[in-house]
């Protein structure tokens, strides 16, 4: 009887409910669905609501895979296309948690200083100021680079903890962040790419995890896209004017120029369960 009575509530949907992600975007949803739209031209805080096909992230078929996706677009003269996630109140990224981050996309080209993930924080003047805690982006060689900002100073204060190759082209890739905000200088960071568990560099102790890092010293959220990397404003491949009204109505940049970039985004979740909620997307 006892044994059978097991079998019922173990076997019971309601026993088994496994747990809700913070974040569930599948290639196909709309933008909303990740998160809040950020398009930005050339100047820091030229906020832009609409760039027509100069600048845009928007559902669409990824040419190479077939696949739904989210499509960032962004021409030169342009700095940002992203979509801020954990940007509502019931959603935030708290203190003392543990947060698991599964990102796969397909990233057209590269460019040295073009950024693909930021862990950054909004309320950049609060002290302590850090900004971009995790800042993942390209360097020269198109090597992919995770930046860590101490906090301090002007915000700006980053240092290399990570660097290791990523495919670009057709090819499509997995990264998986898992994220502790312990704010008493014991917060760390794991980190995969195509479901492989990676190892921080040699300062900073040659193992799977960065420890007693602060990750969290405010209003923090992860962003996805393309951001930075824009041509020069000598450049005379496009503009670097801030639109009136936040709406751009210039001309696109020729095709050819090697500051036009594409990405897209097949799959993101979120969990502040376990690394198991998001290994869709991490690609583990």
Not at 106 to 111: F, G, Y
Not at 143 to 165: A, C, H, K, Q
């Amino acid at each position: 009887m006892k044994l059978s009575l097991l079998a019922a509530l173990v076997s019971s949907p309601f026993m088994l409910t496994a747990a809700k992600l913070i974040v569930d975007f599948k290639g196909g949803d709309q933008p909303s669905t990740l998160g809040n739209v950020e398009l930005e031209g050339q100047d820091l805080g030229c906020d832009i609501t609409s760039a027509g096909n100069a600048a845009f992230i928007k559902t669409e078929k990824d040419p190479a895979t077939g696949k739904d996706a989210l499509h960032y677009h962004r021409d030169p003269h342009f700095r940002r296309a992203e979509v801020k996630a954990m940007a509502k109140a019931d959603n935030k990224a708290v203190e003392d948690k543990t947060y698991y981050i599964g990102y796969n996309f397909r990233l057209e080209k590269a460019n040295d200083g073009l950024v693909i993930f930021q862990w950054k924080k909004s309320d950049k003047e609060a002290a302590p100021k850090q900004n971009i805690p995790l800042y993942v982006h390209f360097n020269s060689k198109l090597d992919l680079v995770i930046e860590y900002t101490i906090p301090g100073t002007d915000g700006s204060n980053r240092e290399i903890v990570w660097t290791g190759p990523l495919s670009i082209g057709n090819n499509s890739n997995s990264l998986g962040f898992v994220i502790n905000t312990n704010n008493k200088g014991k917060g760390w960071l794991e980190f995969y790419v195509n479901g492989k568990q990676q190892k921080f560099n040699a300062a900073h102790g040659g193992g799977h995890r960065l420890e007693n890092v602060f990750l969290l010293t405010g209003d923090t959220s992860p962003k996805f896209g393309i951001y930075r990397a824009e041509a020069a404003g000598s450049s005379n491949d496009g503009t670097r004017y801030c639109p009136s009204g936040g709406v751009y109505t210039g001309e696109v940049a020729p095709a050819g120029t090697d500051r036009i970039f594409n990405s897209y985004v097949h799959r993101v979740q979120i969990s502040d369960t376990s690394l198991e909620e998001v290994k869709e997307a991490a690609g583990l």
